[in-house]
């Protein structure tokens, strides 16, 4: 992996995360951590100045295990893969940490940074300093239908933003 700036990304978000998938992951070998796939989320900038600070926006249910550990901690990473890895996706996107060791059933390898992990097999690692935390409302949906749609049982997900900190690219 080599570091380069935010600004060197070439990329399509809208198929980067709603196609390809990401895993959020938070936590690291000391703390311990969890991960899950994810296809919500955005790309983009906000707050700063200058054009506002890099930053990435995720989505995450109550009921995920994962959610305790973005909570606890102060950074999170997304990691992206290439199409060859995509079935240990699916996978992390339906077994739940909380039941066996899904990363080791999967044959990921994590590396531990600082306060974050992320997986060596990834082509792109983003690592996202948290700024803020919000829960989805029943009340700010204008289109009644996606709140049906999304939420019947009115599981909202806490959304997060953060700061993309550190872009590493597979070599
Ligand atoms: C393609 C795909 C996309 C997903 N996107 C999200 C998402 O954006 N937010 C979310 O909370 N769960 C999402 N999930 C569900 C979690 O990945 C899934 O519930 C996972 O098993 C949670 O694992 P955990 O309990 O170890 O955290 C997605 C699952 C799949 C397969």
């Given at each position: 992996m080599k570091e380069v700036s935010v600004q060197e990304l070439q990329l399509n978000p809208m198929t980067l995360i709603a196609k390809e998938w990401m895993l959020v992951t938070a936590g690291d070998d000391k703390t311990g951590y969890n991960t899950m796939t994810a296809s919500w989320g955005h790309l983009g900038s906000i707050w700063g100045h200058g054009g506002g600070l890099p930053t990435s926006v995720i989505f995450v249910r109550?009921?995920?295990?994962?959610k305790q550990f973005v909570d606890r901690e102060p950074l999170y990473t997304l990691c992206f893969f290439s199409e060859e890895h995509h079935s240990k996706l699916v996978y992390l996107g339906s077994h739940s940490g909380r039941d066996e060791d899904k990363v080791a059933k999967v044959g990921l390898t994590p590396v531990f940074g600082e306060g974050y992990t992320y997986f060596a097999e990834a082509s792109l690692v983003l690592v996202c300093r948290k700024l803020y935390r919000a829960p989805v409302l029943e009340e700010g949906f204008v289109d009644k239908a996606v709140l049906e749609d999304c939420y019947p049982q009115r599981d909202f997900h806490d959304l997060y933003v953060g700061e993309i900190v550190k872009v590493l690219k597979a070599e």
């Open positions: 109550p009921q995920r295990y994962t």
